[in-house]
Nanobody, 125 residues
Framework: VQLQACGGGLVQAGGSLRLSCAAS????????MGWFRQAPGKEREFVTG????????IYADSVKGRFTISRDNAKNTVYLQMNSLKPEDTAVYYC???????????????????WGQGTQVTVSS
């Protein structure tokens, strides 16, 4: 599967952005999906994940209540709605598809075998 993330940009603190991750090749509904982010000089970290059906989601504590992950399997697309953005949310955001037939998402990046190219999110104070 190939993943293409888009929707990043520059936004002021308190603003919102919506990221999209479009899958091609094998349909995205075959995979649990996740979003990760990597700030300069830092390790890539888990943000949120969603099960194959979309019925189960998990979030990093730092984004709970502000970010929402969703998916439209008919469109092979996963979304990340980001509200109340903070400067510390600034990073390159990556979408990823989990290895194998796992139904649920995982917070470990090592469980994901397919990655998009990343989209930059910059939040100004």
């Amino acid at each position: 599967v190939q993943l293409q993330a888009c929707g990043g940009g520059l936004v002021q603190a308190g603003g919102s952005l919506r990221l999209s991750c479009a899958a091609s090749g094998r349909t995205s509904s075959t995979y649990a999906m996740g979003w990760f982010r990597q700030a300069p000089g830092k390790e890539r970290e888990f943000v949120t994940g969603i099960s194959r059906s979309g019925g189960s989601t998990i979030y990093a504590d730092s984004v709970k209540g502000r970010f929402t992950i969703s998916r439209d399997n008919a469109k092979n697309t996963v979304y990340l709605q980001m509200n109340s953005l903070k400067p510390e949310d600034t990073a390159v955001y990556y979408c990823a598809a989990r290895y194998g037939d796992s139904y649920l998402p995982s917070p470990s990046l090592y469980d994901y075998g397919y990655w998009g190219q990343g989209t930059q999110v910059t939040v100004s104070s």
